[in-house]
């Protein structure tokens, strides 16, 4: 059984960067496509971005092309996030589920999550 935790929220001023981990513990973490999730004050969880088992294929929302990189390695899942703007406000969970880009983007329910970094970003 697979357990998350995320690290690397802050503060940011806007234009600035962040670097979020999700450090995954559990053999069988290595065959799970991962993802990152975020839910604003007031707003639903939203899809960030997700990247399979393997490391070799990933997908990301409109909003994190250009700006967001998703990577892996055995151990951890990381969220390379940079030109942040105050909309990029949230809690950013990290989330473990089936074996590919579209197990995380098209699931109804998500086998694991973590419990979330805080990300504020300042005007």
């Known amino acids: 059984q697979a357990q998350l935790v995320e690290s690397g929220g802050g503060l940011v001023q806007a234009g600035g960067s962040l670097t979020l981990s999700c450090a995954a513990s559990g053999p069988a973490f290595r065959r799970y496509a991962m993802g990152w999730f975020r839910q604003a004050p007031g707003k639903e969880r939203e899809f960030v971005a997700a990247i399979n088992w393997s490391g070799t294929s990933t997908y990301y929302s409109d909003f994190a092309k250009g700006r967001f990189t998703i990577s892996r390695d055995s151990t951890k899942s990381t969220l390379q996030m940079n030109s942040l703007n105050p909309g990029d406000t949230a809690v950013y969970y990290c989330?473990?589920?089936?074996?590919?880009?579209?197990?995380?983007?098209?699931?109804?329910?998500?086998?694991?999550w973590g419990r979330g970094t805080q990300v504020t970003v300042s005007s």
């Open positions: 989330s473990a589920h089936g074996s590919s880009t579209t197990d995380i983007v098209g699931a109804a329910h998500l086998d694991y």
